[in-house]
């Protein structure tokens, strides 16, 4: 059995953890509220727009635009988000082994022709570790999401994707539904994916003004610059989220901890008085 001296000095270690990890829980919880709050505002408008843009597509069948073009994927690039810090359970393992997944369906290709974008710390050292050179630095853009740092990356996109210097983007990145829910998903961010028109759906007479090809050139940019920033704020609130569960399930780990070790050294403590009394009585009895 250890000595009560060893069993106190893992009491406070335990403490110590707890106090950490529980005060980890509740930074995560406030930021969570924060990131909540923010995508909650803004999935109706971007789901919208979305919805427009499909519509518009499915039913004007005479609009051409480059970035709707599908072609043999001879290059690809992948926009992949994590955090940039650990403790957030299984968050940026999930992405790590998805990421894995995607690049070994390209791997045909070769890896000079596969291009990673990790918005993330943590996906970035897993994607040299893969082999690969991170496209681009995005450290910054995981820690405070910005609609302007995803307007640039979003644009850079689209003019790789115009000069065909990539054939196809897909974007790898935890879709938040609740604190207990966040589903890793991968999607085509271009070519846009057009979606057929459900049949007992009636189709929309569309008025177009100024011009089909005015509303398109704006629309589209619009819309592809909305998916990615959505994307990192479903990624930001995700990561927080997991978080919270991780650093509240560790913080319950403690006191169940500190319960048996309480135990533990109330048991010895018992038996160590117990032993003293014992040779106090042997004492007497000689």
């Known amino acids: 059995m250890s000595s009560l001296k060893e069993i106190k000095t893992r009491i406070q270690s335990v403490k110590s953890t707890q106090k950490i990890t529980s ?9 969570l509220r924060k ?30 635009s480059p970035l709707i073009i599908n072609r043999e994927v001879k290059q690809v690039a992948i926009i ?3 955090s940039n810090s650990s403790l957030c359970g299984s968050f940026n393992s999930n992405v790590n082994k998805l990421l894995n ?5 390209y791997n045909t290709l070769g890896n000079e022709n596969i291009m990673i974008y990790p918005v993330g710390k943590k996906v970035s050292q897993a ?13 910054d853009m ?26 196809s983007v897909e974007i790898i990145y935890h879709h938040f539904q609740n604190k207990s829910s966040q589903v890793l998903k991968i999607e085509t961010y271009l070519p846009i994916q057009l979606k057929p028109h459900p049949k007992n759906v009636q189709k929309l007479d569309y008025i177009v003004e100024p011009s089909r090809d005015v509303i398109m050139n704006d629309l589209i940019p619009k819309v592809l610059r909305l998916k990615l ?4 704020l479903d990624s930001n609130a995700s990561e927080h989220a997991a978080r919270s569960v991780a650093m509240q399930i560790a913080t319950d780990n403690a006191n169940d901890l500190l319960q048996e070790l309480s135990l533990l050294y109330n048991k ?12 106090i009585m042997g004492g007497l009895f000689k």
């Open 268 to 279: 010895s403590r018992q038996q160590a008085i117990t032993n003293e009394l014992l040779d």
């Open 35 to 64: 990131a909540e709050k923010t995508i909650e505002n803004f999935y109706p408008y971007e789901e919208q727009l979305d919805k427009l843009l499909t519509n518009f597509l499915s039913d004007e069948g005479d609009i051409i």
């Open 127 to 139: 994607c040299v570790k893969m082999g690969f050179v991170p496209a681009g630095n995005f450290e």
């Open 101 to 105: 997944q995607t690049i070994l369906k």
């Open 142 to 167: 995981a820690n405070k999401p910005t609609y302007e740092k995803a307007i640039q990356l979003a644009d850079e996109m689209m003019h790789l994707f115009n000069d065909k210097s990539i054939d």
């Open 80 to 82: 992949v988000f994590s």
């Open 23 to 31: 005060a980890m829980k509740m930074v995560s919880s406030a930021k």
């Open 229 to 232: 920033y959505t994307a990192l």
